[in-house]
């Protein structure tokens, strides 16, 4: 009486009259208004127009792994339900690739399926090469520290990326942001420092290391630091500025090759003394 093509829904009206041209007359709905039709099918969309104009694309130019190539079409990329039968028929049937502007021309087919309207689907686009990166899920203030969580790992273009960008999310765990960082950005080296240990104007525990000898006494740091940080801090008992290396969370440390000796010491009578041993 009638072929339906596709999936959708009929008023049930529509259907009564079909079936009375052909002489049926008593027809009962029972009350129902639309009839649906679906239909078992096959999706292909835009992950799977991408991935074989990808592999298309490294094959026959040799412009490296097909996984590294990063597909942008020129426009929306139409979703088509295709019969379940046809399955991996999927090719590409025309290519032309320009390797210097990275831009093609592809069209896709799927041999003996009515999907595809005749002459195939005809995509146009860039497929640039593209790696892995390290790129931020939400902002972050500065001095912010960075959990598994603010990270995730993404493709992006070779050419908008700089040397420094980070490709192992894992390296950037633990490390704060040194300046507020927008979601979404690919993380430099630039970026991130080790979590600040001394900030400014805090009182910190100043540590005088010499050979021998250690002295510990209060001071207040005049600017922030992470470990390994050269900082200069006020010794609050001289109220002189020294420069010193944080070492820890709120501790400075000051190295010397030389041991102050005080004067009392200085004066204090010293022995010395020779072990000698006998050799029979």
Not at 12 to 38: K, N, W
Not at 72 to 88: C, L, S
Request: aromatic share 4%; glycine share 8%; net charge positive.
């Amino acid at each position: 009486i009638w072929t339906m093509r596709a999936a959708g829904t009929v008023p049930a009206a529509r259907i009564v009259q079909m079936v009375r041209a052909h002489d049926v007359f008593a027809v009962d709905t029972r009350g129902l208004a639309e009839v649906t039709v679906t239909r078992a099918g096959r999706t292909l969309g835009l992950r799977e127009f991408e991935s074989r104009i990808a592999t298309a694309i490294a094959a026959r130019y040799r412009v490296g792994e097909a996984e590294s190539l990063g597909i942008t079409f020129d426009r929306e990329v139409p979703v088509v339900q295709a019969e379940p039968e046809f399955e991996n028929a999927l090719v590409v049937s025309r290519l032309s690739f320009d390797p210097r502007s990275r831009r093609f021309d592809a069209t896709l087919d799927l041999p003996g399926s009515r999907a595809f309207r005749r002459g195939g689907l005809r995509l146009t686009g860039i497929a640039a090469e593209t790696r892995k990166v390290a790129v931020l899920t939400r902002s972050v203030a500065r001095g912010e520290m960075l959990r598994a969580g603010d990270i995730a790992t993404e493709r992006r273009a070779t050419t908008e990326l700089s040397d420094e960008v980070i490709g192992d999310a894992h390296a950037a765990i633990g490390l704060s942001a040194r300046h507020p960082l927008r979601g979404g950005r690919a993380l430099r080296r630039a970026d991130l420092q080790k979590p600040g240990l001394v900030e400014r104007n805090q009182p910190v525990v100043l540590i005088f290391e010499a050979p021998g000898m250690t002295l510990t006494m209060r001071g207040t740091a005049t600017e922030a630091g992470t470990e390994g940080d050269v900082v200069h801090v006020v010794n609050l008992q001289s109220k002189r500025t020294v420069q010193g290396i944080v070492t820890g969370p709120g501790r400075v440390t000051v190295s010397t090759t030389k041991p102050r000796v005080t004067a009392s010491l200085a004066a204090a009578p010293y022995q010395t003394g020779i072990a000698r041993r006998n050799v029979q």
